[in-house]
Nanobody, 122 residues
Framework: VQLQASGGGLVQAGDSLRLSCAVS????????????VGWIRQAPGKEREFVAS????????SYEESLKDRFTISRDNAKATVYLQIYRLKAEDTAVYYC????????????WGQGTLVTVSS
């Protein structure tokens, strides 16, 4: 499974931004093995932080509690793409945002994209 994150950039505090994560697999069985796709971010000098996830086949979202009021995760299975909409951006949202896949047979995120940098200017 391969993931390609995009949509980051330099934005102003208070703006909105939508990140995209294109998911692909060499075989249909690889795609069928996906349980969920998550967004995880890492701010400069900090640990990685879970942001949100969505189950691949039935679209059930989960959020980090402190972020759920400003973040919305969604997916378009026809495009094999997962989106992360961020509203009312804050300086502390500055981070590299990664998308990752958790397969059905694992408790952790096994496949990771390269990340997309979001920089929020105040």
């Amino acid at each position: 499974v391969q993931l390609q994150a995009s949509g980051g950039g330099l934005v102003q505090a208070g703006d909105s931004l939508r990140l995209s994560c294109a998911v692909s697999g060499r075989t249909s069985s690889a795609m069928s093995s996906i349980h969920e796709v998550g967004w995880i971010r890492q701010a400069p000098g900090k640990e990685r932080e879970f942001v949100a996830s969505i189950t691949w086949f039935d679209g059930v979202p989960s959020y980090e509690e402190s972020l759920k009021d400003r973040f919305t995760i969604s997916r378009d299975n026809a495009k094999a793409t997962v989106y992360l909409q961020i509203y009312r951006l804050k300086a502390e949202d500055t981070a590299v945002y990664y998308c990752a896949v958790r397969p059905r047979d694992r408790p952790d995120y096994r496949y990771w994209g390269q990340g997309t940098l979001v920089t929020v200017s105040s």
